[in-house]
């Protein structure tokens, strides 16, 4: 199993930055795509950028050129660096991963999420 610890979350003021943090933990044989989604009040989980083993990027159009997506492959870990932040980037940002538990044998996981509130 895998378990994905979150970190980063906060205040700030629109125009603000933050980084959020994610670390995969347990037992696996690897971690391949690692991805963010947030929800806010009343709406559903949205995509936010994902990001495979092999470092190729993706990310929602209301984020793209304001969000960053990498990766530390040693640590398990990814991070969303938030720039220019607004308003409505105010939500509950979770992580997910997919892991390969042994060789061929895949399962998605999620982190605890971080709350991030972007004031105005």
């Known amino acids: 199993q895998v378990q994905l610890v979150e970190s980063g979350g906060g205040l700030v003021q629109a125009g603000g930055s933050l980084r959020l943090s994610c670390a995969a933990s347990?037992?696996?044989?690897?971690?391949?795509?690692m991805a963010w989604y947030r929800q806010a009040p009343g709406k559903q989980r949205e995509f936010i950028s994902l990001i495979t083993g092999g470092n190729i990027t993706n990310y929602a159009d209301s984020v793209k050129d304001r969000f960053t997506i990498s990766r530390d492959n040693a640590k398990n870990t990814v991070y969303l660096q938030m720039d220019g932040l607004k308003p409505e980037d105010t939500a509950v940002y979770y992580c997910?991963?997919?892991?390969?538990?042994?060789?061929?044998?895949?399962?998605?996981?999620w982190g605890q999420g971080s709350q991030v509130t972007v004031s105005s």
């Open positions: 347990g037992t696996f044989f690897r971690i391949n795509a």
């Open positions: 997910n991963c997919r892991a390969e538990l042994r060789p061929g044998v895949r399962s998605d996981f």
